[in-house]
Each structure stands twice: as C-alpha cells, then as structure tokens.
C-alpha cells in the first residue's frame, strides 16, 4: 500500500511576506511552508554552480578541499541512521565525480555519498556565501552558540571537537538519488534548508500523527517510508497522512518543531541548512529534554539504590543524548532573559519609545520572557531537576562580562532588522542599568541558582518596565 498523501505545502513569494505574516501564518501555527525569492543576492549563487545549473564541484575541491566532513553512506544503514564516513571534501568530490555515470542508487555496491552537517559557517566566517533571512533571524540556538558552549563539562567536552558542536548552521552536498531517512530534527528545532542548486523531494508528517510512524512501544521510528515497512512493528503507519512537496532550485523550506520528515534529491544538489528554536519552539526543546531524561533514567534505574550519584549520572547521560542537560538549559534560559530584559528596558528608557506598551518589538520581547518564565515554571515543577546540582550563575559578573555582552548585542542588532528599532545604540548597553536597579532585580544576593530564583528575577524584571508578566 503507497503513502496516504493527502496535502501540499504551500509555496509563498518571500518578498512579499511581512516578518508578522510570517509569524502569524506558519511560525506560531507551527506549519511548514516553502518560500521563493530570498536567495537573488547570495555568493553562493555564483560561486557554488555551473554555468549549466549543476554543483561546481570543482571549485568546492579546489576552495575547500582541506576541511574534514561526515559523509553518509545512504546505501548502508548502521543503527537508526545511514553509516557515516569521515574524509576530506577533496576526496568525496572525486568519489562523486568518478560514480557521476552511475544512476542505480548504489545498487551495484559502489557507495551512495551524501555530505552532510558540514559546518561550513564557522569554519569559513570570512566567504559570506549567504546571508540569513529575517523570517530565521530569532535564532535563540546558533547565537548562544556563537558565544557559550552548550554543555560545559569537562568529563564530556572534547576540545577536537569544537567545531563539530558549535553550531548548526550546515551546508548538504548530495548526487541524485542521495536521500535522508525519517526523522525530526535535533532539539525537536526549527529548521530551514534553501536549495543553492537541484531539487529535493519532501515528506512530512504533523506532530499529532508522529506516533503511527513508531513501534507499539514508542522506541524505534520506521527508517525509510519507502520499504515494506512491517505491519506487526508499526500498527499505525498506514494510517498515517502526509504532506508532499518538491523544492525547487532557489527555494527555501521551513520545516517546523517535531515533523517528521523524509527528504531525496531529486537532483545533483546543494543546500544550506539551519537548526534554530526561539520562544514560539522552546516548550518543544523541553519536552524533548524532558523524555529523554526519565528515559535515561529508566535505562539506569537498577543502579538507583547503589549509586551515590544517580541523578548526576542521568544528567550526563542526558546531555550525551539530547545535546545538553537540565543545568545547561536553565543556563540558557537565565542568559536570554537577562539579553531580552535589557533590550526591553533600553526601549522603555529611550526617548523615541514614550508608548513602548504600543511598540511591536517591544511587546515581542516580553512574549519571550513571559514564554521564558512559563518554561521555567514547568521546571521547577521537575523533581529531576531539584537534584542535578547549582547553576550559581552571578547576575553581576554576567553583565559585566565581555562574551554576554557580545552575545547582547548581537540578538540586539537581530531584533533590530526584524522590529527596526535601530535608535537604540547597543555599544552603551554596559550602562543601561545602575547597581541600584540590578539589586531591585534580584535583592537576594547575586547568584541565580535556581527555577525559583529565576521566576523571581523574572518577575521584578517586568515591575522594573512597569507591566505584569
């Protein structure tokens, strides 16, 4: 039996689209959609294809073909995904080249090469190959990262590592008939992928319908859509109910929080990629974090009356699944309420916003904190969470630190494209507030240690701007 297909996602000129629009239709609605037209300026545009609309490989060999990437075998499966290869982008160029005559998929046993979360950004901050659109700005993940780490421990970071976790801004290089398996994205994020060159297919699955797609246990998720996927396994999946489209060359694809999707190119093709959540997906980041930690704790439950540590040890062992662990969230939690606090009381302070409460950016910035203070809520609710240990994150020392206030300045001058509040000056932002009002902020010392102190200094933050959170 074929796929019950059912819908198409909508396809939207870019250009005539309003950041509001955008929010309004797909963001806070959580649908997909395909937008044209935002790529006519890119580098990428010229540098990264042919005169005859297929990938200039050899200018990637010739420009790049030093840095070390992840390739997929999508011929092979190891676990829940494709088996990954490490080489240079040198080497999978000539692979690619060498096989171009070969149109079977890898059935004839050569590999079928897909590179993959190629960190492309940070390793070439200098060749601007694109610039984001101001639908993607709110990009709460890979800004942190351009300043903080998102798990700081020492037994688990891997300084060889560092480019590998610093960001998830990616670019995807795959010959036609490459493909992705099933799957939601990292974090249960957002994400956007625009097609430099080639097309891709696309499937997807809403939210409400992603449990069709799983075991009778809830554990494993059917790999290809496209096998004869075991009827006693997966009881659901027939009656699952897709959404089809194709991405054309030049086209972006929003993909939002927790779709499942299954993706093939359709083409020789290239692509640009992001993972980004902000307060409209944060409950999603917390729900994921939230499974996977009492999953991890079920996994170790037996060690449970042996084991001094046991929290400390579910905690480890969730930030080595999901990417980082409750006191890395809160953390980040703490960091984005203070950068959006201070953004909000720098436009209540300045003259050009004499009825901020009538201001879009700023009623924006308290949607963040008030979907900040509701997350925080759910956390302190956690029992998990009262054991995993301080945070002890000092108020003072954060804002007087130089990473914050890169980090500051940075969703600042985001928010700015996005809200067009550019009369604010960011470099004076050291100043905004005096040591009084810090204290009124948070009067029990200077250290957030905790949801409850952070709720608290939440809450004197919205008296501060003069409204109710």
Same mark, same amino acid.
């Given at each position: 039996?074929?796929? +019950?297909?059912?819908?198409?996602? %909508?396809?939207?000129?870019?250009?005539?689209?309003?950041?509001?629009?955008?929010?309004? &239709?797909?963001?806070?609605?959580?649908?997909?959609?395909?937008?044209?037209?935002?790529?006519?300026?890119?580098?990428?545009?010229?540098?990264?294809?042919?005169?005859?609309? +297929?990938?200039?490989?050899?200018?990637?060999?010739?420009?790049?073909?030093?840095?070390?990437?992840?390739?997929?075998?999508?011929?092979?499966? =190891?676990?829940?995904? $494709?088996? /990954?290869? %490490?080489? @240079?982008? @040198?080497?999978?160029?000539?692979?690619?080249?060498?096989?171009?005559?070969?149109?079977?998929?890898? *059935?004839?046993?050569?590999?079928?090469?897909?590179?993959?979360?190629?960190?492309?950004?940070?390793?070439?901050? !200098?060749?601007?190959?694109?610039?984001?659109?101001?639908?993607?700005?709110?990009?709460?993940?890979?800004?942190?990262?351009? %300043?903080?780490?998102?798990?700081?421990?020492?037994?688990?970071?891997?300084?060889?590592?560092?480019?590998?976790?610093? !960001?998830? /801004?990616?670019?995807?290089?795959?010959?036609?008939?490459?493909?992705?398996?099933?799957?939601?994205?990292?974090?249960?994020?957002?994400?956007?992928?625009?097609?430099?060159?080639?097309?891709? $297919?696309?499937?997807?699955?809403?939210?409400? $319908?992603?449990?069709?797609?799983?075991?009778?246990?809830? &554990?494993?998720?059917?790999?290809?859509?496209?096998?004869?996927?075991?009827?006693? +396994?997966?009881?659901?999946?027939?009656?699952?109910?897709?959404?089809?489209?194709?991405?054309?060359?030049? =086209? #972006?694809?929003?993909?939002?929080?927790?779709?499942?999707?299954?993706?093939?190119?359709?083409?020789?093709?290239?692509?640009?990629?992001?993972?980004?959540?902000?307060?409209?997906?944060?409950?999603?980041?917390?729900?994921?974090?939230?499974?996977?930690?009492?999953?991890?704790?079920?996994?170790?439950?037996?060690?449970?009356?042996?084991?001094?540590?046991?929290?400390?040890?579910?905690?480890?062992?969730?930030?080595?699944?999901?990417?980082?662990?409750?006191?890395?969230?809160? #953390?980040?939690?703490?960091?984005?309420?203070?950068?959006?606090?201070?953004?909000?009381?720098?436009?209540?302070?300045?003259?050009?916003?004499?009825?901020?409460?009538?201001?879009?950016?700023?009623?924006?910035?308290?949607?963040?904190?008030?979907?900040?203070?509701?997350?925080?809520?759910?956390? +302190?609710?956690?029992?998990?969470?009262?054991?995993?240990?301080?945070?002890?994150?000092?108020?003072?020392?954060?804002?007087?630190?130089? *990473?914050?206030?890169?980090?500051?300045?940075?969703?600042?001058?985001?928010? @700015?494209?996005?809200?067009?509040?550019?009369?604010?000056?960011?470099?004076?932002?050291?100043?905004?507030?005096?040591?009084? $009002? #810090?204290?009124?902020?948070?009067?029990?010392?200077?250290?957030?240690?905790?949801?409850?102190?952070?709720?608290?200094?939440?809450?004197?933050?919205?008296?501060?701007?003069?409204?109710?959170?």
């Amino acid at each position: 039996m074929g796929l +019950k297909i059912e819908g198409k996602v %909508e396809k939207v000129n870019g250009k005539e689209l309003s950041y509001a629009e955008f929010v309004e &239709k797909y963001l806070d609605k959580n649908q997909p959609v395909i937008l044209t037209g935002l790529t006519d300026d890119w580098r990428a545009r010229k540098d990264w294809v042919s005169g005859d609309g +297929k990938p200039n490989l050899r200018f990637f060999s010739d420009q790049f073909g030093g840095s070390r990437v992840q390739v997929a075998d999508c011929a092979k499966r =190891e676990f829940t995904d $494709q088996k /990954r290869l %490490e080489m @240079s982008v @040198s080497e999978f160029i000539e692979i690619w080249i060498n096989s171009s005559n070969s149109d079977n998929g890898g *059935a004839d046993g050569k590999p079928l090469l897909y590179l993959k979360d190629w960190h492309f950004v940070k390793e070439y901050p !200098d060749y601007v190959a694109y610039s984001t659109p101001v639908f993607f700005r709110d990009d709460w993940l890979n800004l942190y990262l351009d %300043e903080y780490h998102m798990h700081d421990d020492p037994e688990t970071y891997r300084e060889r590592n560092e480019v590998n976790c610093s !960001d998830y /801004r990616f670019v995807y290089m795959g010959a036609k008939g490459t493909w992705t398996p099933l799957h939601a994205d990292v974090f249960r994020s957002y994400s956007w992928s625009a097609n430099v060159c080639g097309r891709k $297919q696309w499937y997807f699955l809403c939210p409400s $319908q992603h449990h069709l797609v799983f075991d009778r246990y809830m &554990k494993s998720a059917v790999y290809n859509i496209f096998e004869d996927v075991c009827k006693s +396994k997966y009881p659901g999946f027939e009656e699952a109910v897709w959404l089809e489209c194709t991405q054309e060359r030049d =086209e #972006i694809i929003f993909v939002p929080s927790g779709w499942y999707h299954q993706v093939h190119n359709l083409e020789d093709t290239i692509s640009i990629n992001h993972n980004w959540f902000n307060a409209y997906s944060i409950s999603w980041v917390w729900g994921l974090l939230l499974r996977e930690y009492h999953e991890a704790a079920g996994y170790i439950e037996d060690l449970k009356d042996i084991c001094d540590d046991f929290e400390v040890l579910c905690q480890r062992n969730l930030a080595a699944n999901a990417g980082m662990d409750f006191r890395d969230f809160f #953390i980040f939690l703490f960091r984005f309420s203070l950068a959006n606090f201070l953004l909000l009381y720098q436009i209540t302070s300045s003259k050009g916003f004499l009825h901020w409460c009538s201001s879009e950016a700023a009623r924006f910035l308290l949607f963040n904190l008030k979907s900040i203070k509701c997350i925080t809520l759910q956390m +302190k609710s956690e029992a998990g969470w009262q054991n995993c240990g301080f945070a002890a994150i000092d108020l003072v020392e954060t804002i007087e630190d130089p *990473a914050f206030m890169d980090f500051y300045n940075t969703l600042g001058i985001a928010y @700015s494209m996005m809200y067009n509040f550019s009369e604010i000056d960011f470099s004076e932002s050291r100043n905004i507030l005096e040591h009084e $009002q #810090i204290s009124v902020l948070y009067p029990f010392g200077s250290h957030i240690c905790n949801p409850d102190n952070l709720i608290t200094f939440l809450g004197n933050a919205f008296k501060l701007v003069g409204t109710e959170g």
